[in-house]
């Protein structure tokens, strides 16, 4: 069975590069051409998006391994900023392993973060409303929950 978190998170933290490279690639430079050094843009994108990629990689450390031992242990943390609101995706953890409040607090700093990016940058998104999938204990790790055909949750 495919687990969905890895994929979601890795899809997140690609379109925050995006943005950053989008960012870092918009604002003129004040260095002579000659002076630049031969990779400064992949430099760029990293340094543009340091403050949120540094909360993701705390909000993934405090997740941890996700161990459950039931559903009613998994829960599903908001992460992210869309352009025109509202979470960039949902990341389930375990409240067996993670403590809830310290995750909304680093999600709530990092969805800030992303906000002010999105804002200096211009970016511009479809303004889809992402739904929060739900999660369940499979195999003893929290997961996000899979939707069904008709976009019904398969509960």
Not at 14 to 42: D, H, M, R, V
Not at 123 to 137: F, L
Not at 143 to 149: I, P
């Amino acid at each position: 069975m495919k687990k969905p978190t890895p994929s979601s998170f890795l899809r997140l933290w690609f379109a925050a590069a995006l943005i950053a490279a989008g960012t870092a690639c918009s604002e003129p430079s004040n260095t002579p051409a000659a002076a630049t050094p031969a990779k400064p843009a992949a430099a760029a994108p990293v340094a543009a998006s340091a403050p949120a990629a540094s909360l993701g990689a705390r909000i993934t450390a405090e997740i941890g391994d996700l161990a459950c031992d039931n559903a009613s242990q998994c829960r599903t943390l908001p992460v992210g900023s869309k352009a025109c609101g509202g979470p960039a995706g949902y990341l389930p953890w375990s409240a067996k392993r993670s403590n809830g409040e310290l995750l909304a607090r680093l999600a709530a700093e990092q969805a800030a973060a992303e906000k002010k990016v999105n804002e200096k940058s211009g970016v511009m998104s479809t303004c889809s409303i992402e739904q929060d999938p739900g999660a369940t204990c499979s195999a003893g790790k929290c997961v996000l929950q899979q939707r069904g055909l008709g976009g019904t949750d398969a509960r």
